[in-house]
């Protein structure tokens, strides 16, 4: 059954389109490639990894829920220099929440473009300091052309960062602002697979599950209201594919 499944994804991608990139991400090949990608794709969309264990062992693939786990952090430091796209943007909705991991809380700042609903930058943070706003703000400013408005809810520790910047900044209940909100419900819809929390100690793990999840969100996930990904193109596990070629 698992070769109908390698035959699907080689029509995908043809594997001599398989570059040196995608070799190196799985040095070890005793599990095809095909099947760490194709699992982590679903892992993403919001399998559980028990579950997605479960299906590999039906198709004939012998892979524990801690193997899919170690895969889909090697594909979050791949996926971190492709998860944002700098282009020109009118404003920027930014906010703030917090999840509980193994090692105590920690804020998770997002900023979305309501204009195309794209995911411009996640920050992870142990504080909700003036200064943690500030490098989250600067960050997402790199994936940003021009200079724009910044809209928040009104929490004290925007305002001096936004001035320091040179950012309008408009506070805001409603409106724009639901973006935002609705993101943060979709990555809480998807941490609640944990129990809403991350089984993690370590920033980094945090930081490569964060930038896979938002690739997929960006490039690969379907949005009614935009008719596609937020960032353009085709979208689908056909962009998850190529980009790891």
Known sequence: MFEKLRGFLSRLLPIKRWGKRIKDLFPRNRVAVEAKIFSTYLYAQGSSLRKLSALLRDLG????HVSIWK?????????????????????IVADETKIRTLNGW??????????????????ISKHRETIDVL??????????????????????WYRWPA?????????????????????????????RIFDCYFPTRGFESIENFSSAF????????????????PSGGEGGFKTWLEVLS
């Not at 594909?75 to 971190?80: D, H, N, P, Q, Y």
């Not at 960006?218 to 008719?227: G, L």
């Open 163 to 191: 001035k320091r910047l040179g950012l309008e900044h408009i506070v805001m209940s409603g409106g724009e602002r639901n973006y935002i909100e609705r993101w943060f419900e979709t990555f809480k819809d998807r941490l």
């Open 61 to 64: 693939v012998k892979a524990t």
């Open 71 to 91: 895969w889909f952090q090697r594909l979050g430091e791949r996926l971190k220099e492709f998860a944002f796209r700098r282009r020109k943007r009118r404003c």
């Open 135 to 156: 490098r989250f703000l600067r960050r997402v400013l790199r994936y940003c052309e021009g200079n724009p408005v910044l809209v928040t809810d009104g929490g004290l």
């Open 106 to 123: 920690i804020f998770v700042f997002a900023a979305i473009d309501p204009e195309n609903r794209e995911m411009v930058y996640l920050h």
């Open 214 to 229: 938002c690739f997929w969100y960006n490039e690969c996930r379907y949005h009614t209201s935009v008719k596609g990904p």
